[in-house]
């Protein structure tokens, strides 16, 4: 058995008590606390990300294509379906899909209020699943099969409040256009955000009614919305799309439409990796005093080891082994510790927020495996690292100075 690890072994704080014991002890917590606080951090952090962006792409896509106008109309300019981007993009292995939408202004009347929304248009492609979600009361439109316009809408919560309804209540809206028009639609769901773009104006409704109050042909939207295979690469794919789109459309990426949620995120972001280099600061610095101090407390030890002849090398490995026991004990606390908080908050969502300001009802947690590898190799090699630090002054101690230390 390697010498250095068998003494390591013995003056651990398994084989001590009194102060050693306790040394020990405050290193594993100091280890174990700072790992899990950095493991909870981005367990939230990239849970806030995830479902801040998956609520807004799943209203927008990742990228909207339209058509390039001058004026600042409520309306969108109609596009056709037979253009060459919508009839060509399953060619581009990177678009997951891409679906047809239009808007259209209006005034929604209840019983006693009277509401100002944008009606945006879907067709039977409309990503469902990714909206469903959002949807926290009755059901997802049902399109005709003979092509006649739905009379069926879905109401933001916020809206529905406002003008007290609930689904299968019937409203009147007034579209905006010359002259006005009018149709009576039905409730059939209600969705929520809790972001304010969408939930203060947005009813989802038929494109074809929308189609038929603009008179425009059966091939013609107000434009598409692009899903991409990984998200994550939205900003790589924007000049080749944006270069593989028709002459008179344009692309609109969803992270600079909606700049203010996407900043904030990144504000977040940065605050969490200063957050982390100061807890792994302490962590190192912990880890230094604490050897410092073993080594103290153990220098009539290293005294006669080196009179027995043990070379620096040897009684250097006894603290370093000795460090990488404490590191590991910490590391596996700490992982228990974040990681059960998040498994607990995963599945109770026990820690809640106000909606208003965080854009959700309660603290978000996304499982990234290798991100959580990372902290640990990262806590592992910063900490085993300064551990040759305070090992190294092994090499000055006088050996019959330190049989005599007190």
């Given at each position: 058995m390697?010498?250095?690890?068998?003494i390591?072994?013995?003056?651990?704080?398994?084989k001590?008590?009194?102060?050693?014991?306790?040394?020990h002890?405050?290193?594993?917590?100091?280890?174990?606390?700072?790992?899990?606080?950095?493991i909870?951090?981005?367990?939230?952090?990239?849970?806030?990300?995830?479902?801040?962006?998956?609520?807004?792409?799943?209203?927008t896509?990742?990228?909207?294509?339209n058509?390039?106008?001058?004026?600042?109309?409520?309306?969108?300019?109609?596009?056709s379906?037979?253009?060459?981007?919508?009839?060509?993009?399953?060619?581009?292995?990177?678009?997951?899909h891409?679906q047809?939408?239009?808007?259209?202004?209006?005034?929604?009347?209840g019983?006693?209020?009277?509401?100002?929304?944008?009606?945006?248009g879907?067709?039977?492609?409309?990503?469902?699943?990714?909206?469903k979600?959002?949807l926290?009361?009755?059901?997802f439109?049902?399109?005709?099969?003979?092509?006649?316009?739905?009379?069926?809408?879905?109401?933001s919560?916020?809206i529905?409040?406002?003008?007290?309804l609930s689904v299968?209540?019937?409203?009147?809206?007034?579209?905006?256009?010359?002259?006005?028009?009018?149709?009576r639609?039905?409730?059939?769901?209600i969705?929520?955000?809790f972001?304010?773009?969408?939930?203060?104006?947005?009813?989802?409704?038929?494109?074809?009614l929308?189609?038929?109050?603009n008179?425009?042909?059966?091939?013609?939207v107000?434009?598409?919305e692009?899903?991409l295979?990984?998200?994550?690469?939205?900003?790589?794919?924007e000049?080749?799309?944006?270069?593989?789109?028709?002459?008179?459309?344009?692309?609109?990426k969803a992270?600079?439409?909606?700049?203010?949620l996407?900043?904030?995120?990144?504000?977040l972001?940065n605050?969490?990796?200063v957050?982390?280099?100061?807890?792994?600061?302490?962590a190192a610095?912990?880890?230094v005093?604490i050897?410092?101090?073993?080594?103290?407390?153990?220098?009539?030890?290293?005294?006669?080891?080196?009179?027995?002849?043990?070379?620096?090398?040897q009684?250097?490995?006894?603290?370093?082994w000795?460090?990488?026991?404490?590191i590991?004990r910490?590391?596996l606390?700490?992982?228990?510790?974040?990681?059960?908080?998040?498994?607990?908050?995963?599945?109770?969502?026990?820690v809640?927020l106000?909606?208003?300001?965080?854009y959700m009802s309660?603290?978000?947690?996304?499982?990234?495996?290798?991100?959580?590898?990372?902290?640990?190799?990262?806590?592992l090699?910063?900490?085993?690292?300064?551990?040759?630090?305070?090992?190294?002054i092994?090499?000055n101690?006088?050996?019959?100075?330190?049989?005599?230390?007190?």
């Amino acid at each position: 058995m390697n010498l250095s690890y068998f003494i390591a072994k013995r003056i651990s704080f398994k084989k001590t008590g009194g102060f050693t014991g306790t040394i020990h002890r405050i290193a594993v917590a100091s280890i174990a606390l700072g790992l899990s606080i950095m493991i909870v951090s981005f367990l939230i952090l990239e849970g806030f990300q995830t479902v801040i962006a998956d609520k807004v792409f799943s209203f927008t896509g990742h990228y909207q294509v339209n058509r390039f106008v001058m004026s600042q109309a409520l309306d969108d300019s109609p596009t056709s379906t037979s253009s060459s981007f919508y009839t060509n993009f399953a060619s581009l292995d990177y678009i997951r899909h891409v679906q047809s939408y239009a808007n259209k202004a209006g005034l929604i009347k209840g019983t006693d209020e009277v509401e100002g929304v944008m009606m945006k248009g879907v067709g039977p492609e409309f990503d469902s699943l990714s909206f469903k979600a959002s949807l926290i009361d009755g059901r997802f439109l049902q399109f005709s099969p003979t092509g006649n316009p739905s009379n069926e809408i879905i109401l933001s919560a916020k809206i529905a409040r406002k003008m007290l309804l609930s689904v299968g209540d019937q409203v009147t809206m007034y579209f905006v256009q010359d002259p006005p028009r009018f149709r009576r639609l039905k409730v059939v769901g209600i969705y929520e955000t809790f972001l304010e773009d969408f939930d203060d104006k947005i009813v989802i409704g038929d494109i074809q009614l929308i189609r038929v109050l603009n008179d425009w042909d059966e091939d013609q939207v107000g434009g598409f919305e692009v899903f991409l295979k990984d998200p994550a690469l939205i900003d790589t794919y924007e000049a080749a799309l944006y270069d593989y789109i028709d002459y008179d459309l344009r692309l609109v990426k969803a992270t600079d439409k909606f700049m203010q949620l996407f900043d904030w995120l990144e504000l977040l972001n940065n605050n969490v990796y200063v957050f982390l280099s100061l807890i792994l600061f302490v962590a190192a610095f912990n880890m230094v005093s604490i050897l410092f101090i073993l080594i103290m407390e153990r220098t009539p030890m290293v005294g006669l080891l080196k009179a027995l002849g043990a070379k620096n090398a040897q009684i250097r490995n006894i603290f370093i082994w000795n460090g990488i026991r404490i590191i590991g004990r910490g590391l596996l606390l700490g992982n228990l510790i974040g990681l059960g908080f998040g498994f607990i908050q995963d599945k109770t969502h026990w820690v809640s927020l106000n909606p208003e300001n965080y854009y959700m009802s309660y603290v978000p947690v996304f499982w990234d495996w290798s991100t959580i590898l990372g902290l640990n190799l990262l806590v592992l090699l910063v900490t085993t690292t300064v551990l040759f630090l305070p090992a190294m002054i092994i090499s000055n101690i006088n050996p019959i100075k330190s049989i005599k230390f007190d």
